[in-house]
């Protein structure tokens, strides 16, 4: 059974930063692409950042050079550090996985909020 479990979320100022980590569980981690998306209240959810089996980055415009997303095949772990973050990355975070298969699975996500 895949298991993607989020953590790290939580309330930051702006201008702050917050590391998110994504553990998985029941995959071949090594050979899956992972993803992080966000959902803020009443808006679809988005792409965020991506990295493949080969350590191949990609970000939403909205975040680069702010946030990095990595990944330790060791620890079956994927971060996202965010950096410099502003009220409208307040949302819900998801990790996502896609494996050699091409079959996708999501976390249950976890809060970002973002304020003074």
């Known amino acids: 059974q895949v298991q993607l479990e989020e953590s790290g979320g939580g309330l930051v100022q702006p201008g702050g930063s917050l590391r998110l980590s994504c553990a998985a569980s029941?995959?071949?981690?090594?050979?899956?692409?992972l993803y992080w998306y966000r959902q803020a209240s009443g808006t679809e959810r988005e792409l965020v950042a991506g990295?493949?089996?080969?350590?191949?980055?990609n970000y939403a415009d909205s975040v680069k050079g702010r946030f990095t997303i990595s990944r330790d095949n060791a620890g079956n772990t994927v971060y996202l550090q965010m950096n410099t973050l502003k009220p409208e990355d307040t949302a819900v975070y998801y990790c996502?996985?896609?494996?050699?298969?091409?079959?996708?699975?999501w976390g249950k996500g976890t809060l970002v909020t973002v304020s003074s």
């Open positions: 996502r996985s896609r494996d050699y298969f091409g079959i996708y699975y």
């Open positions: 029941g995959i071949i981690f090594s050979h899956t692409a």
């Open positions: 990295i493949t089996s080969d350590y191949n980055t």
